[in-house]
């Protein structure tokens, strides 16, 4: 079984209801899941006491009062009860698929992410009795949106790992998550997209919350941040189509498609960069391809 934390907002209006829906879905995974809320947010430790999972208050922040990851990454896994680590964002429902998924994992170490399902939840659900599962598909199937490979709200990997070594990301903001992935690509480190079988609901939301943001999501100064600190290096940012394997109703197999293969192939020269005159010449191959096949469609 695996420890569960996230770093929620403050509980108030629209983004207490989403959080409460989402601790709710996290405590019924199974009877061994613990649960951790990470920061002092007003809220917080009110609503750790109310579902009675653990609390962890003292997280650095950024200037901007944003927490940092790299604390409470650090300060889970000294409190963890499991090997197993499962960072999720605040505002997102789980369901026991992933509890299912995750027992397929048989790698020593690894990393597990997958997309989500963007969906507009207005008020408390109701996660007593049964069947709460059941009417949540429901409204996924007719109302929700499968998220591009980009977002990335949930992974899961072991304590004993070099990628909790984290520079000082502001948490939900932008570029952390794609670091993520590539950082466990450059440690040789299994990427294992669980998208086919998991089905972990995004509850949309404002960006309110987010100082000297631009536009309307979560960009700005500390997404900025967060891609100078991760770019030390020459760093890459990945997607879950850079995975290595994926997840189906009964095993993890290796990432064949062509997207994966491509995304793959791309991001090889900066592991090796002798390979890029190779890498370029495919490149031109598979362009030239898909010119002519396109002009064949087209006739």
């Not at 695996?2 to 601790?23: D, M, R, Y």
């Not at 466990?184 to 997209?193: H, S």
């Not at 086919?196 to 536009?215: E, F, I, M, P, S």
Request: net charge positive.
């Amino acid at each position: 079984m695996f420890t569960l934390f996230s770093i929620p907002k403050a509980f108030k209006g629209h983004e207490s209801v989403i959080q409460e829906n989402a601790i709710q879905s996290w405590i019924r995974l199974h009877p061994d899941v613990e649960v951790i809320l990470c920061a002092d947010d007003p809220g917080t430790e009110e609503v750790a006491r109310k579902f009675n999972v653990k609390y962890i208050p003292d997280v650095d922040r950024n200037e901007y009062g944003t927490p940092l990851l790299n604390p409470a990454f650090e300060k889970v896994c000294n409190v963890a009860r499991h090997r197993l680590l499962y960072y999720v964002n605040a505002d997102i429902i789980l369901m026991g698929d992933f509890v299912k998924a995750a027992e397929l994992i048989k790698f020593p170490e690894f990393l597990v992410v997958g997309q989500r399902w963007d969906l507009d939840v207005g008020g408390p659900l109701d996660f007593e009795g049964g069947g709460w599962e059941g009417r949540l598909r429901g409204l996924i199937a007719k109302y929700g949106r499968l998220h591009p490979p980009g977002g990335i709200d949930y992974f899961l990997f072991p304590r004993d790992t070099a990628l909790i070594d984290l520079p000082p990301f502001a948490v939900g903001r932008p570029h952390w998550d794609n670091w993520f992935i590539y950082k466990a690509l450059k440690l040789g480190i299994p990427v294992v997209d669980a998208t086919r079988v998991v089905t972990a609901v995004h509850q949309n939301h404002d960006y309110v919350h987010v100082k000297n943001r631009r536009g309307k999501r979560s960009d700005g100064l500390e997404g900025d941040r967060n891609l100078e600190v991760g770019s030390t290096g020459g760093e890459y940012f990945c997607n879950i189509s850079y995975a290595t394997h994926v997840i189906t109703s009964n095993r993890v197999l290796p990432a064949l498609g062509v997207k994966y293969l491509l995304r793959r192939l791309k991001i090889l020269p900066v592991f090796y960069p002798s390979t890029k005159p190779i890498i370029r010449f495919l490149e031109r191959v598979y362009n030239l391809i898909k010119i002519k096949w396109w002009s064949i469609v087209q006739h």
